[in-house]
């Protein structure tokens, strides 16, 4: 069973920033893409950011220049920094593995709240 973990959601001010952390129970190398969605309030989830084995990112047109994703491979943890953030990111984040061999699998974290006040 994958288990993935978030931290480091909370509240701050716009123009702040916060770091969440994404710790996998399995080794981070076994997953072929690992990423951040998030969910606001009456909306449908939505990517933010991958980051692919092969060191590869793709981000939201609304989170590029600001959000940057990476990853600590000693620790099995992938990080997501947010930088500038708004209002319009307040939302609960959540992390995303997926591997396509030898069946597709997907797995998800409980998510992290992330509230940014104007």
């Known amino acids: 069973q994958v288990q993935l973990e978030e931290s480091g959601g909370g509240l701050v001010q716009a123009g702040g920033s916060l770091r969440l952390s994404c710790a996998t129970s399995?080794?981070?190398?076994?997953?072929?893409?690992m990423g951040w969605y998030r969910q606001a309030p009456g909306k449908q989830r939505e990517l933010v950011a991958l980051?692919?084995?092969?060191?590869?990112?793709n981000y939201a047109d609304s989170t590029k220049g600001r959000f940057t994703i990476s990853r600590e491979n000693a620790k099995n943890t992938v990080y997501l920094q947010m930088n500038s953030l708004q209002p319009e990111d307040t939302a609960v984040y959540f992390c995303?593995?997926?591997?396509?061999?030898?069946?597709?699998?997907?797995?998800w974290g409980q998510g992290t709240q992330v509230t940014v006040s104007s």
């Open positions: 995303n593995a997926r591997t396509y061999l030898p069946v597709r699998s997907e797995y």
């Open positions: 399995r080794n981070i190398f076994s997953f072929n893409v």
């Open positions: 980051l692919g084995r092969d060191s590869s990112t």
